[in-house]
């Protein structure tokens, strides 16, 4: 008998938007942005697996959780941030939640985390059913090893985007709006490891996670 086709989508924030890229058995079949989260789980209601590169689950005792301090330690610290409580996003300013972390002898959260709050919060109603997923550890798992190369330079786009292809994922060079490139070739990396979940392949840092501790999923 014939199959249904495999539906995936892999999420990433893209400046103002989230750009999402679609797998149907394994291939791109769509890339288009959505202003809000609710709005992805809408668009690819019946997908397989939704991957997101952003925070399900928050620590409770500060910036520890296990899938934060594993993943930096597979694709480096540079690449991956760590994930603070809630109370620290819920402050105004970011001077107010650097001053926060300082008073409870926590490491001082950056400007650009400090800046995933509202994209958290987005992404925080849907967390039961859709899968945190890190591009860079996808795409460090893929490489069996470090990149060497950042995401926005030239030689570190073009390493990811060929990794990807070698996997069947091409994505279109003409796109019918305008996207960042590393966030599209994000999400593309999320879609793959979406498209890994589904086939009951993905592996998550932790490994071994406990009850609901969060996990990142490749």
Same mark, same amino acid.
């Given at each position: 008998?014939?199959?249904?086709?495999?539906?995936?989508?892999?999420?990433?924030?893209?400046? %103002?938007?989230?750009?999402?890229?679609?797998?149907?058995?394994?291939?791109?079949? !769509?890339? @288009?942005?959505? %202003?809000?989260?609710a709005?992805?789980?809408?668009?690819?209601?019946?997908?397989?697996?939704?991957?997101v590169?952003?925070?399900?689950?928050?620590?409770?005792?500060? $910036?520890?959780?296990?899938?934060? @301090?594993?993943?930096?330690?597979?694709?480096?610290?540079?690449t991956? =941030?760590?994930?603070?409580?809630?109370a620290?996003?819920?402050?105004?300013?970011?001077?107010?939640?650097?001053?926060?972390c300082r008073? %409870? !002898?926590?490491?001082?959260?950056?400007?650009?985390?400090?800046?995933?709050r509202?994209?958290?919060?987005?992404?925080?109603? =849907?967390?039961?059913?859709?899968h945190?997923?890190?591009?860079?550890?996808?795409f460090?798992?893929?490489?069996?090893?470090?990149?060497?190369?950042? %995401?926005?330079?030239?030689?570190? =786009? =073009?390493?990811?985007? !060929?990794?990807?292809?070698?996997?069947?994922?091409?994505?279109?060079?003409?796109?019918?709006? $305008?996207?960042?490139?590393?966030?599209?070739?994000?999400a593309?990396?999320?879609?793959w490891?979406?498209h890994?979940?589904?086939?009951?392949?993905?592996l998550?840092?932790p490994?071994?996670?406990?009850?609901t501790?969060?996990?990142i999923?490749?």
């Open positions: 008998m014939p199959t249904s086709p495999t539906r995936v989508v892999g999420v990433d924030w893209a400046a %103002k938007q989230w750009a999402c890229v679609e797998l149907t058995d394994g291939a791109v079949t !769509n890339v @288009l942005g959505l %202003k809000s989260f709005q992805v789980v809408e668009r690819f209601d019946g997908a397989a697996a939704i991957g590169d952003i925070p399900i689950g928050l620590p409770v005792d500060g $910036p520890r959780r296990r899938a934060d @301090l594993e993943a930096r330690s597979m694709a480096g610290p540079s991956v =941030f760590v994930t603070y409580p809630q620290v996003y819920d402050c105004p300013t970011h001077g107010d939640a650097v001053a926060m008073d %409870k !002898n926590w490491p001082g959260i950056s400007r650009q985390s400090y800046g995933l509202t994209h958290i919060q987005d992404v925080a109603p =849907f967390g039961d059913f859709v945190e997923v890190h591009p860079e550890v996808t460090q798992f893929m490489n069996d090893g470090r990149l060497g190369y950042s %995401k926005h330079t030239w030689n570190g =786009f =073009f390493i990811r985007r !060929n990794l990807l292809r070698e996997r069947g994922i091409n994505v279109p060079e003409i796109l019918s709006e $305008p996207l960042p490139g590393v966030d599209v070739l994000d593309a990396a999320v879609a490891t979406a890994r979940i589904a086939a009951g392949d993905s998550t840092v490994p071994d996670p406990s009850g501790e969060p996990t999923t490749y």
